[in-house]
């Protein structure tokens, strides 16, 4: 191979093929971005750092980041051309978000509208032939978006309800325990005597954490995973029951500590800790799913190959 074809190689594999220009585009392009939604930018960070809940949003961004990085060489393939839909969206969109801020005031329409207006940015800088590997990599920061409080209970009432319910039925089954649920609260009889205080399965252990980290997760193990598309839709819908499974076991597991060794240790770091050991566990199902369905389902394309190797195993052993 010449020198000409290991630099056109290197270019087409590398961001530093990227001319000068582009950076400065993109560069002006970040500049008023985040001048425009600076607010929403700092409050979405504060949010990440203060509310455990969305602790993970950190990590989203370095995701998408990857998931960009892993399609670099498609990327720089192709030239970018910019689109006048682009331009419009874009447009359309910031008027939105001022009258979102002067009338409307709905808070969570407002980071809703910084993400979609880099869509319309990345489709206006780079055209439509880019945007099919520029999308995923957007609409995955949805996952570091905070849900308004009030949606956020709406949500977590129920999943705490279901944690309540199912975390009594397993102590019951425990020889000496007398458990009984009143919404998201259980009461215990343990031998007969009441435990003090009774056990109040709060928003922090709803599951809505685990919920949102691992649905998260689960997109990005379905776009990186090569298998067919219904693979991917069955795997992705299994992060939700995973993730509610994880949480009763969590709720089940925070009450025995509670009621056999003390409640001293089912609360501040022991709960934080069994919460992250539920991580784990939930990608385990998750994993053992997968390989259950690649063992169950085996394409055309893996038959072939397996009774290809087969085959060589065979000329190979009459060989010797």
């Excluded at 099919?132 to 308004?148: E, G, N, R, T």
Aim: charge should be positive; proline fraction near 4%.
């Amino acid at each position: 191979m010449d020198n000409s074809s290991i630099e056109n190689t290197v270019t087409k594999t590398s961001w530093s093929s990227l001319e000068k220009t582009a950076w400065i585009k993109l560069a002006v392009i970040a500049f008023f971005f985040c001048a425009l939604f600076w607010n929403n930018i700092t409050d979405t960070v504060s949010m990440w750092a203060h509310d455990d809940s969305w602790s993970h949003g950190f990590l989203i961004p370095l995701f998408s980041l990857y998931l960009l990085n892993r399609r670099k060489s498609d990327i720089l393939s192709i030239e970018a051309k910019p689109s006048i839909t682009g331009l419009a969206a874009m447009v359309l969109l910031i008027l939105v978000y001022i009258f979102n801020i002067v009338q409307l005031r709905y808070a969570y329409g407002e980071p809703l509208t910084m993400l979609a207006t880099m869509c319309a940015v990345a489709l206006f800088m780079c055209g439509w032939k880019l945007m099919k590997y520029l999308w995923l990599p957007i609409a995955y920061l949805f996952f570091s978006i905070p849900v308004p409080t009030r949606l956020y209970r709406e949500i977590t009432t129920p999943l705490r309800y279901i944690a309540a319910q199912f975390a009594t039925a397993f102590l019951n089954i425990i020889p000496g325990i007398n458990a009984t649920s009143r919404g998201v609260v259980i009461d215990v009889l343990y031998k007969g005597v009441p435990i003090e205080s009774a056990l109040d399965v709060a928003e922090a252990c709803s599951g809505m954490r685990l919920l949102m980290a691992f649905l998260a997760l689960g997109v990005a193990m379905a776009y990186l995973h090569e298998r067919p598309m219904w693979q991917k839709i069955t795997l992705l819908l299994c992060t939700i029951p995973i993730a509610v499974v994880c949480n009763i076991v969590r709720v089940t597991v925070t009450a025995c500590i509670h009621i056999f060794i003390g409640s001293q240790y089912a609360t501040g770091i022991y709960h934080d800790t069994l919460g992250l050991l539920m991580l784990p566990l939930a990608f385990g199902l998750y994993w053992g799913l997968s390989w259950f369905m690649e063992q169950l389902f085996v394409t055309e394309g893996e038959e072939q190959k397996a009774a290809e190797v087969k085959e060589r195993k065979v000329v190979r052993r009459s060989r010797q």
